[in-house]
């Protein structure tokens, strides 16, 4: 999505590269993704990130979250007596 959205990666030398291979470069080995019911991070993208980081050597801690406004007051109902 970053990426997508003209975000680029560089390594510290200014060097463009992709962001699992500057995180593995750095001694990385596990990587902690969110997935988000809708919105930008939903399942499309987790798993397409999922297997970036996997196949260069990340193990993947999955965060699961519910809809981005299930606590907001505004948008929740009222229980009926």
């Given amino acids: 999505m970053e990426t997508s959205r003209g975000a680029t990666w560089r390594f510290t030398t200014g060097r463009p ?7 593995g470069g ?9 997935l988000w ?18 196949k260069a050597g990340c193990k993947i801690y999955l965060n699961m979250h519910f809809p981005n406004n299930w606590t907001d007051p505004a948008k929740q109902a009222i229980p009926e007596p």
């Fill in 17 to 23: 590269a992709t962001i699992e291979s500057i995180l």
């Fill in 37 to 54: 019911t809708s919105g930008d991070y939903n399942l499309t993208y987790t798993l397409s990130m999922a297997e970036r980081f996997s």
């Fill in 26 to 34: 750095g001694g990385i080995n596990s990587v902690r993704l969110r």
